[in-house]
């Protein structure tokens, strides 16, 4: 069973970045993402990392954050410039069970989340 460790968040002021990293336990070849949830909200993917390094990223991220990934060091990684307070939620980092779909934002058929790690972004 691969095992997914976040790290990284913390409070920042607007327009600060932060930089989000997953340890998993193992490599696997499947589509690999980032979700949030804010209080009160749905969660929803921010973006996607597919095994030939394809990525996908919400419209409301594109631009300021950037997903990759280290198949040497089992890690994926978030890089979240030009904060917004709007960004504040539990970010977590989620495996799928095979490549990634026009449904990688969706949080239904995740196979795996890591336990979140929590971004908060001060104005």
């Known amino acids: 069973q691969v095992q997914l460790v976040e790290s990284g968040g913390g409070s920042v002021q607007a327009g600060g970045s932060l930089r989000l990293s997953c340890a998993v336990s193992?490599?696997?070849?499947?589509?690999m993402g980032w979700f949030r949830q804010a209080p009160g909200k749905q969660r929803e993917g921010v973006a996607a990392?597919?095994?030939?390094?394809?990525?996908r990223s919400a419209d409301s991220v594109k631009g300021r954050f950037t997903i990759s990934k280290d198949n040497d060091k089992n890690t994926l990684y978030l890089q979240m410039n030009s904060l917004k307070p709007e960004d504040t939620a539990m970010y977590y980092c989620?495996?799928?069970?095979?490549?990634?779909?026009?449904?990688?934002?969706?949080?239904?058929?995740?196979?795996?989340w890591g336990q979140g790690t929590q971004v908060t972004v001060s104005s």
């Open positions: 989620a495996a799928r069970g095979g490549r990634c779909s026009r449904y990688w934002s969706s949080y239904l058929d995740v196979r795996i």
């Open positions: 990392i597919d095994v030939d390094g394809t990525t």
């Open positions: 193992k490599y696997a070849s499947v589509c």
